[in-house]
């Protein structure tokens, strides 16, 4: 078994679950996919294992106790494929149940495995089922995780070795080389950012009449979200508008998003959170882990009024600190005293995550009802993405003890005009 340092992402979500138990669920996932009923069960099982010798990261554990932990690497999977036969009339509740069983704090701190692979046959059916914990994996996992399955079930089943890229690192070296990144460059990135955000307040100005108070007590975590959406017509002048400002059409969304929370707070200056995939790194590429990462991005008001100006102002910071991406944004912001962030994202265009191929047929993923999780730490943020029906959908998610719903209502509509009017 091999030990190594947590890496910064690592270290932030135990950090932040440790102290919000109940937010642990939302990092176990769990993906359910429908292979062909020729499938080779035995050369899918070797497959699997072929898998997490390949990736060091589906063979990780942690152990965390007191704000401390590390990583320990398995020489082999730390919970073997597990194999089930299930009655088909069972199949959905033992799918939801096993979804629904979710790993605690405590089960992920004592070094219990984040990879459980399930095969499961029921009648003529067989499917995989995957449980794994963000500590090992991101989104930009999957499509690396299924291309290598795929190509370990033929190899095995043609006798020839794998062809697949070979990986320049491991998970343990990213995350030495990770922190030898903060080392480097993590003192002028805080540089850059205190003076960027010099007479920033550190808290928005959230409205505090009574219908717009919050709904929750101090402590509490509770999140709710209220969805919007813009018509087809969004989609050109989405375009036209990035067009006009030679940016990207998700720095007109950023804006949009300011211009709308800044209505509602009156805070002209922001500070937002993009979430990144954080794989500009071509040794990133081909790996199985949690590289994500939060890229920070000022938007500044007053100095040039109107959403264009907004959008040039996101710009301008996105490229001014182009250089300290790879600083990761947890110490960033400790180092800067914690200042409120508001965060943007748009999501992966649905259907675009591939699937395992085996027995020359791509399997189907099946749907499993799992329990909602509403609790999370953040206080607000801007989510869209493009759905099948061609319109635009965003959602303005917030915790109830910091962001009413009378709050998030006004956000909503403000974001929803504003697009109106590109």
């Known amino acids: 078994m091999i030990e190594a340092p947590l890496s910064y992402q690592q270290q932030e979500l135990l950090d932040n679950t440790s102290r919000y138990p109940q937010c642990m669920a939302r990092y176990d996932w769990m993906s359910v996919?429908?292979?062909?009923?020729?499938?080779?069960?035995?050369?899918?099982?070797s497959a699997v294992e072929g898998l997490a010798d390949r990736h060091e990261a589906l063979r990780t554990t942690v152990e965390y106790r007191d704000g401390q932990g590390r990583q320990?690497?398995?020489?082999?999977?730390?919970?073997?494929?597990?194999?089930?036969?299930?009655?088909e009339a069972e199949l959905p509740d033992v799918l939801a149940t096993t979804a629904a069983g979710r790993m605690t704090v405590e089960q992920v701190g004592r070094s219990d495995a984040l990879f459980r692979p399930i095969v499961i046959t029921s009648g003529n059916r067989i499917l995989l089922a995957l449980n794994i914990h963000h500590l090992v994996h991101d989104g930009a996992s999957e499509a690396v995780m299924w291309r290598d399955l795929s190509e370990f079930y033929?190899?095995?089943q043609e006798r020839r070795p794998a062809e697949l890229p070979e990986l320049p690192l491991s998970y343990a070296e990213f995350t030495a080389w990770q922190r030898n990144?903060?080392?480097?460059?993590?003192?002028?990135a805080v540089y850059h950012w205190r003076a960027a955000l010099d007479g920033l307040p550190a808290t928005l100005s959230w409205p505090t009449s009574p219908e717009g108070s919050p709904e929750e007590p101090p402590e509490s975590l509770r999140n709710a979200a209220k969805g919007f959406s813009v018509g087809p017509e969004a989609a050109e002048a989405l375009r036209m508008a990035a067009r006009r400002g030679r940016v990207s059409p998700f720095m007109v969304i950023a804006a949009v998003s300011a211009a709308a929370v800044g209505r509602v707070t009156g805070?002209?200056?922001?500070?937002?959170g993009v979430p990144s995939a954080n794989r500009e790194e071509p040794f990133k590429h081909e790996m199985v882990?949690?590289?994500?990462?939060?890229?920070?991005?000022?938007?500044r008001g007053p100095e040039d009024p109107g959403l264009s100006g907004l959008t040039r102002s996101i710009r301008a910071s996105w490229f001014d600190c182009e250089d300290f991406r790879d600083v990761y944004s947890r110490p960033l912001l400790t180092a800067l005293g914690a200042p409120e962030v508001v965060y943007v994202a748009m999501n992966a265009v649905p259907g675009a995550v591939t699937?395992?191929?085996?027995?020359?047929?791509?399997?189907?993923?099946?749907p499993v009802r799992t329990p909602g999780v509403s609790d999370d730490w953040r206080s607000v943020g801007v989510m869209w993405e493009w759905g099948d029906d061609g319109l635009l959908h965003g959602q303005v998610r917030h915790r109830l003890s910091i962001v009413s719903s009378a709050a998030?209502?006004?956000?909503?509509?403000?974001?929803?005009?504003?697009?109106?009017?590109?």
């Open 408 to 422: 998030a209502d006004d956000i909503a509509a403000a974001a929803t005009e504003l697009m109106s009017e590109l």
């Open 72 to 87: 320990l690497i398995h020489p082999g999977l730390a919970a073997p494929v597990e194999r089930r036969e299930v009655p």
């Open 267 to 272: 805070n002209e200056d922001l500070l937002l």
């Open 154 to 156: 033929s190899a095995r």
């Open 181 to 188: 990144e903060w080392e480097r460059i993590g003192g002028r």
């Open 33 to 45: 996919y429908e292979l062909a009923a020729e499938t080779d069960l035995e050369t899918l099982t």
């Open 355 to 366: 699937a395992p191929t085996f027995a020359g047929k791509e399997a189907t993923r099946v």
């Open 289 to 299: 882990g949690h590289f994500a990462n939060t890229r920070l991005v000022q938007a």
